[in-house]
């Protein structure tokens, strides 16, 4: 089993940036996949990036690409959500989910698949 705490939210200004953490604890980090999902109030829970355990891998939701990078860092225990030209509709709660992986290159697209998740970090766009 592995733990998750995300950190690293807050309110920022539109075109702002933010970067957030989310550090894990218990079981081999290096072997679970992770991903980053977030969900605005009214809204369903919308996947963001996924990353394989090995950093070789990422995968990006349309809304996000091209403005956010995930990233990870093993030996710290810890991946990563670099949030640039930030957006209104940015707003959201967001959450870190890791899911165990047999494979190096693997990503999980949805949030259905994690198995693991954090208790999440608000993040506020102002206009």
């Known amino acids: 089993q592995v733990q998750l705490v995300e950190s690293g939210g807050g309110l920022v200004q539109a075109g702002g940036s933010l970067r957030l953490s989310c550090a894990a604890s218990g079981r081999t980090f290096s072997r679970y996949a992770m991903g980053w999902l977030r969900q605005a109030p009214g809204k369903e829970r919308e996947f963001l990036a996924a990353i394989s355990w090995s950093g070789g891998n990422t995968y990006y939701a349309d809304s996000v690409k091209g403005r956010f990078t995930i990233s990870r860092d093993n030996a710290k225990n810890t991946m990563y959500l670099q949030m640039n030209s930030l957006k209104p509709e940015d707003t959201a709660v967001y959450y870190c989910?890791?899911?165990?992986?047999?494979?190096?290159?693997?990503?999980?697209?949805?949030?259905?698949?994690?198995?693991?998740w954090g208790q999440g970090t608000q993040v506020t766009v102002s206009s």
């Open positions: 989910a890791a899911q165990y992986s047999h494979s190096n290159y693997l990503v999980f697209r949805s949030g259905d698949d994690y198995d693991y």
